[in-house]
């Protein structure tokens, strides 16, 4: 089946720690995202990759870092720097703009909490 | 500045009423709006979506309703049905699609 995978589903780091959520797609989709979901708020876009090798800051980049070595992995790197970590993480796909429907497909999510 | 506001933030409808949400958007230069419906723990998923070259778009109980010189957009849930009860992202993009902009969301709960 085709489609985008998050791991791990929950995640416990300790304040200090770095910590890396995957993200793979086997959709041959070009554009990738992550967004933070925090509760009561939308979808804040955190990075987003439309070519291997090349990534863009979105509005929250701060205390996060990306690689785009693959055309099907974008993990993103919640570092220590990030003040308030704690969210859940969504991946999403897109395929290339021209002749697509511009749908975004995400994964199920990574529940990241602080302790 | 906030791209994408979206109104109500919760709405609590009967089973077989009309469920309305509503957004409004700054840019002009937006080219695609889609709403997402998102389940407790899950990624939210594409509902239905609409340029701006049509007022109207209709999927079944779902129907999007578009006005460009307003710059507000708003999903229509007919019959809404408890299998309804979700929280309903809108969003809007530019034509190439690299930057999605989201709405708040709105929690909509259809009770029995």
């Known amino acids: 089946d085709g489609g985008i995978t998050q791991s791990p589903k929950y995640l416990f780091r300790k304040e200090g720690q770095n910590v890396t959520l995957s993200c793979e797609q086997n959709?041959?989709?070009?554009?990738m995202y992550w967004y933070r979901q925090d509760p009561g708020q939308g979808l804040r876009l955190i990075y987003y990759?439309?070519?291997?090798?090349?990534?863009q800051k979105g509005d929250i980049a701060e205390g996060y870092s990306v690689s785009r070595e693959k055309k099907e992995s974008f993990p993103l790197t919640v570092t220590s720097a990030q003040k308030n970590p704690t969210a859940f993480y969504l991946c999403?796909?897109?395929?290339?703009?021209?002749?697509?429907?511009?749908?975004?497909?995400f994964g199920e999510g990574s529940r990241l909490t602080v302790l | 500045q906030q791209q994408v506001k979206q109104s109500p933030q919760s709405l609590i409808v009967q089973k077989g009423g009309i469920s309305i949400i509503n957004c409004a958007y700054e840019?002009?230069?937006?080219?695609?709006f889609p709403w997402y419906q998102q389940f407790p723990g899950k990624g939210p998923a594409l509902l239905i979506a609409?340029?701006?070259?049509?007022s109207e778009k209709k999927e079944g109980r779902f129907t999007i309703s578009f006005n460009k010189s307003a710059k507000q957009f708003s999903l229509h849930i007919m019959d809404s049905q408890p299998g309804d009860s979700a929280t309903y992202f809108c969003?809007?993009?530019?034509?190439?699609?690299?930057?999605?902009?989201f709405g708040s969301g709105t929690k909509l709960n259809v009770k029995p």
């Open positions: 969003a809007a993009s530019l034509y190439n699609f690299n930057k999605f902009y």
């Open positions: 840019n002009t230069a937006f080219d695609y």
């Open positions: 959709l041959n989709h070009d554009a």
């Open positions: 999403a796909s897109t395929a290339e703009w021209q002749g697509n429907t511009g749908e975004l497909f």
């Open positions: 990759s439309q070519i291997v090798n090349d990534f």
């Open positions: 609409i340029r701006p070259d049509v």
